[in-house]
């Protein structure tokens, strides 16, 4: 990782630790910074804008968690009034052995946006793809499945 992209996210993570409110910028910055360009995040009326106009900021935190290849969220809860988000890599390994980060804030939306954070600044972090192909059927084309189970 570079060290401009490194400073960016101790910028980001700063600004997530020091918020007292989601917004709007806030979400597009972290979802810039996931780099993620599939079909949620192309046009102005897509599941996740119509999220972001709603103020649906909890859902569109675990969207965004949705969206991190490797990460999956395996803890969500509130200690002493602070929410504390745990992602884990390797989910198939047990807690102590599986890679993991955590984010902690007084508001869940951005504890869940802390840890996405602190997902992207692990060193050796794979270049981010979208996990769903979209279906393009050109011309006269008819899908056909081809699995056999017998």
Request: with cysteine.
């Amino acid at each position: 990782m570079l060290d401009m992209d490194r400073a960016d996210l101790a910028r980001l993570s700063a600004r997530i630790a020091h918020s007292d409110r989601v917004t709007p910028e806030l979400i597009r910055h972290v979802m810039a910074r996931i780099g993620f360009r599939g079909p949620w995040f192309d046009a102005s009326n897509t599941p996740i804008e119509r999220l972001v106009g709603a103020g649906a900021w909890t859902e569109v935190a675990l969207a965004l968690v949705i969206e991190l290849p490797d990460w999956t969220l395996s803890r969500l809860d509130n200690e002493d009034g602070e929410w504390c988000c745990t992602l884990v890599t390797g989910w198939q390994l047990p807690r102590w052995m599986a890679d993991s980060v955590d984010g902690r804030h007084a508001i869940l939306p951005l504890a869940i946006l802390s840890a996405i954070v602190a997902a992207l600044e692990q060193p050796g972090r794979k270049p981010l793809q979208a996990r769903v192909t979209p279906l393009l059927i050109q011309g006269n084309s008819t899908p056909v499945n081809c699995e056999n189970y017998a």
